[in-house]
């Protein structure tokens, strides 16, 4: 067969006339049909025969309109592809690539839920921007729609870079700025949550306060990563990819020493086993918590935070203890400065204090002058 010219063919078992013809470098099949109606044709009579010759030449033709700049060609194995399938090709490059976690998980579920089962060739940038409508309507945040929005066209690129399809919609990304979470704890507050958590949990939320880290990098932390009086951060487990250290100092100190009394693990009627996780739950990693975490919010009264605002309540902390910002990032794990101030959030009192200090300066200065305004006499 001819790459240029495709061929009409009948198949064994089928009632059908079929024609084969190449797109993107592989070969394309399919049931012949009438051009202008649709309707497959039966290999009956040579009439259909003819029919199936302009359906050939018909897909040939929008072929050769993609290479002359026309619309992307969309062929039978590109129309059966489901959303739902897009996304399990995504959620097997980023599993690859250690990229999987429990909130792009979410996401996910959400897109799917919305369009699983549309075919992606049929999806349209109209239905996604209506979908992006419907939840801004139901009171979603820009950086939480962003994050589905993100996932589907990152699903699309995933499938266009295999060459499962060749197309993918136009989606619009809303704008994130003044759409910032500015939460943090006051350590009264942290410590009323902390009070109400699962005693598994507990001491994960105070390495997190202390340290700023990440909840999956707290979470990968094994005895193997600790040294005498250092922790080890892999740089697999690293969201910069970069090794991380931090010193077992105070109250971390004393964090990891009660870790180390829950290390064994007893079972009735079992041999005592040993945990390979700093922090776990009955010898396991510490899975999805945020249901926990917000029950303990509620039972201390107050208004939900996000476990990642520990994050934020470190850098916080860090800065206003006068610990110099390239230390500081060291220990939370930042890379860039501009990420680092947005998580280092000053309250209105520190801005207080901030201006009493500058102009309890200047009044000290001593070669602070007084200008005579107007010009006056």
Known sequence: MSRGQGRVFERKGSPYLWVAYYSHGREEREVARHVRTGEKLEATTEKNRHEAERWLKHRLGEIAAEKHGGRPFVGPSQE??????LLDGLERDLRLRDKWRAAVASSAKAVRKRFGTWRAAELTSDAIGKYIEGLREEGYRNSTINRRTQLLGQ??????REKKLSTSPFITHLSEIGNEREGFFETTDFEAVVSHLPEYLQDFARFGFLTGWRKSSIN??????????VIYLRAENSKTRKAETIPLEGELQEIIERRRAATVIKEEGKEPRFAEFVFHRKG??????RK????ACRAANVDHRLFHDLRRTCARNLLAAGVPQAVAMKITGHRTDSIFRRYAIV???QKREALAKAQK???DSPTRKVVTMGGGK
Request: hydrophobic share 45%; net charge negative.
């Open 80 to 85: 059966r592809i489901t959303v739902d399938e």
């Open 155 to 160: 699903a699309y690129k995933v499938a266009m």
């Open 220 to 229: 990968s932390l094994r005895w193997a990563d600790l040294g005498d009086d």
């Open 284 to 289: 396991e990693p510490i899975g999805d918590f």
């Open 292 to 295: 926990a975490w917000a029950t």
């Open 347 to 349: 309250n209105e009192e």
């Open 361 to 363: 300066y200047i009044a």
